[in-house]
């Protein structure tokens, strides 16, 4: 399976937002071309942990709910929906991956790109 990881390589694959679309980017979400499963995200050796952070509370944000499911999130590029309960379950492991690494608090990008 071929990720898009970078915004070059989403636009060099041909899967760049339509103007729709690009309304949905405005808002802060971002895609997760290639992922089928939050842990994929935790997994992906290219991106660092701001990154990670990024595509996984996109996912977990209002504006990727399936509607009349509260419990699912679909994101942009992904596809299909996964648990809400999941996407967190991530969100919690990065968190704690991040605390026990020397150097910049969580939240703060150090550069990382090892794999979770």
């Known amino acids: 399976m071929r ?9 060099r694959q ?6 729709g679309l690009r309304a949905i980017l405005e808002r802060g979400v971002r895609p ?5 499963d ?6 992906d050796p290219h991106l660092t942990t701001l990154q990670k952070r990024e595509i ?13 499911e509260p419990s699912f999130r679909w994101l942009l590029g992904t596809p299909e929906p996964v648990r809400l309960d999941d996407v967190q379950a991530a ?10 690494r020397p150097g ?9 790109t ?3």
Request: hydrophobic share 50%.
């Open 104 to 112: 910049p608090g969580p939240g703060v990008d150090g550069g990382d």
């Open 114 to 116: 090892a794999p979770a």
């Open 3 to 11: 990720l898009a990881t970078s915004e070059r390589l989403i636009w």
């Open 56 to 68: 996984l509370c996109s996912w977990a944000s209002d504006a990727s709910a399936v509607q009349d």
């Open 91 to 100: 969100l919690a492991r990065l968190d704690q991956m991040a605390a026990r």
């Open 32 to 36: 997760a071309v290639g992922f089928t």
């Open 14 to 19: 041909g899967l760049a937002a339509t103007p």
């Open 38 to 43: 939050p842990l994929d995200v935790l997994k």
